[in-house]
């Protein structure tokens, strides 16, 4: 799996964390309830089935926060130039998870390049604008250095000079690195997430033990998100539907045989199962303590793996559920 947005511990929420794990809520995960009841005190417990496909879990309890794509825009540059906005609020509406998850396919697995790839994206979609609002002005797009971030910086500059804008990328790095630089009108927008921007800009505000802000509730954590950015200097677009963050996956062969496709039905269903995770899966609130509080989840046994290879340990059979990234390429 290449450098991704997210893994289960990410610089900005480390206090925030240490926090949920003695029952606040988290960054990347919900709130920590007290353990879930479920049919799996009596179900038997269920072994790991070996394929080739992985399927995504619904998190139906709400366990991870809404990390939902949306645009980020220097306020300055989308009060002068009104359209900006409203264009990349254009690629919001089509985008959802599965969409990204092909997007990321497209370019981690194919190896199609990103500027490729969202050139098709925006023919195929409708997305070219009818107007040329741009009036020639010149935007850049900042990315983080993953590859789906650079995809989705190519769509939306690709959409920007379709209506008559001179748009190019540039590739940054962490939001550390680029937040400034969009703030200060370096850049002119960034494609985000709406819970990791909410808690970063929420720990800059307020400090590192500031009430958590996000949720799983995408309009809440929007709403809360929204201010902050607003005295980042920053004008937040429409949340798409799309989301990368942390999720579990099962093989598609164990969710028929088991028949089932939720967190909950897997608790219901099984008495135990092996969990593959990063190392300090045990100990946080959105793995291994989420899915025993949330779901009242039986995990019989816990393997670690580098993030990269949890999704070949489930293929293989060596673990029953592991943690992954909602819009994985290798989930098309």
Not at 105 to 127: C, I, P
Not at 203 to 225: E, F, I, R
């Amino acid at each position: 799996m290449p450098a991704r947005r997210t893994t289960l511990l990410t610089s900005a929420a480390v206090a925030v964390l240490a926090l949920s794990a003695c029952g606040a809520p988290g960054s990347g995960g919900g709130t920590t309830q007290a353990p879930a009841t479920a049919a799996s005190g009596t179900a038997a417990a269920c072994a790991p089935v070996a394929g080739d496909k992985l399927v995504l879990l619904t998190d139906d309890k709400g366990l991870q926060n809404a990390d939902n794509v949306l645009p980020a825009v220097n306020t300055k540059a989308a009060t002068d130039h009104p359209s900006l906005v409203t264009l990349l609020d254009s690629v919001s509406a089509k985008l959802d998870t599965p969409t990204l998850v092909s997007l990321n396919k497209s370019v981690d697995v194919d190896r199609r390049t990103s500027s490729d790839v969202a050139k098709e994206f925006v023919q195929k979609q409708g997305l070219a604008a009818t107007d040329q609002s741009g009036g020639g002005a010149a935007v850049v797009v900042g990315a983080a250095g993953f590859s789906e971030s650079a995809t989705l910086a190519e769509i939306y500059a690709e959409v920007l000079r379709s209506a008559g804008y001179q748009a190019s990328t540039r590739t940054i790095g962490s939001r550390e690195t680029y937040l400034p630089a969009l703030e200060s009108g370096q850049l002119t927008a960034v494609p985000e997430y709406a819970a990791s921007l909410a808690t970063y800009l929420n720990s800059q505000a307020n400090g590192a033990n500031a009430a958590p802000v996000a949720s799983s509730d995408v309009d809440k954590t929007v709403a809360a998100l929204t201010p902050l950015a607003a005295k980042a200097g920053l004008t937040i677009g429409t949340a798409s539907k799309a989301q990368d963050q942390n999720g579990f996956a099962v093989t598609q062969a164990f969710a028929d045989k088991h028949k089932v496709s939720t967190l909950s039905d897997l608790a219901s269903a099984c008495g135990g199962v092996v969990l593959a995770g990063p190392a300090e899966c045990p100990q946080r609130p959105f793995c291994q303590i989420g899915l025993e509080h949330t779901y009242g989840l039986k995990i019989s046994d816990f393997k670690s793996y580098d993030f990269g290879a949890i999704g070949q340990a489930i293929r293989k059979g060596d673990a029953t559920i592991g943690l992954v990234l909602t819009s994985d390429g290798s989930l098309g």
